[in-house]
């Protein structure tokens, strides 16, 4: 072997040497571009989601309090509908009660002249009696004396 050649091997193998040792660090780096590339990513991904869970978190939010404003609203709406149907049940009440008391005053008022009127008969029919009592007396005496004046022998 010959110098030529030895030199020629050597470069060769120098040129080898320099291709792939350049081929290395552009593995390397394409390697390293994309691990940074996955960092990124990785990184926008965390951001979105954060983003996302912040809208949803206000959605959330939003959507509560249109919640309980509507229940409220409902709530309202229900205590005044209550309180329409009480007032209403309570009006029937208070006429079926008015009803009731002026029934119970006409019927009171009813017995009361038919109790005057048993009155009325029980005083007219006392004074009768006590009439027939007076003329039942007067006639007894009548005919007591009478007899002893028609020659009888009293007894």
Not at 82 to 103: H, M, P, Q, Y
Request: proline share 1%; charged share 30%; hydrophobic share 40%.
């Amino acid at each position: 072997m010959n110098f030529w050649t030895i030199l020629l091997l050597s470069l060769a193998a120098g040129g080898v040497l320099i291709i792939g040792g350049g081929l290395m660090m552009y593995m390397g780096s394409l390697v390293k571009s994309a691990y940074q590339i996955k960092v990124e990513i990785r990184s926008e991904m965390e951001q979105g989601i954060r983003r996302l869970e912040e809208d949803i978190d206000k959605k959330s939010k939003w959507i509560k309090r249109d919640l309980i404003e509507e229940i409220d609203k409902m709530k309202a709406a229900v205590q005044t509908d209550n309180t329409k149907r009480f007032n209403e049940f309570l009006d029937t009440i208070n006429k079926r009660v008015a009803e009731f008391e002026s029934g119970v005053t006409r019927d009171r008022n009813e017995i009361l002249k038919v109790i005057e009127n048993h009155r009325q008969t029980i005083t007219n029919l006392d004074q009768r009696m006590r009439a027939l009592k007076r003329e039942q007396k007067a006639g007894e005496i009548g005919a007591s004396r009478a007899a002893p004046a028609d020659g009888a022998a009293p007894a």
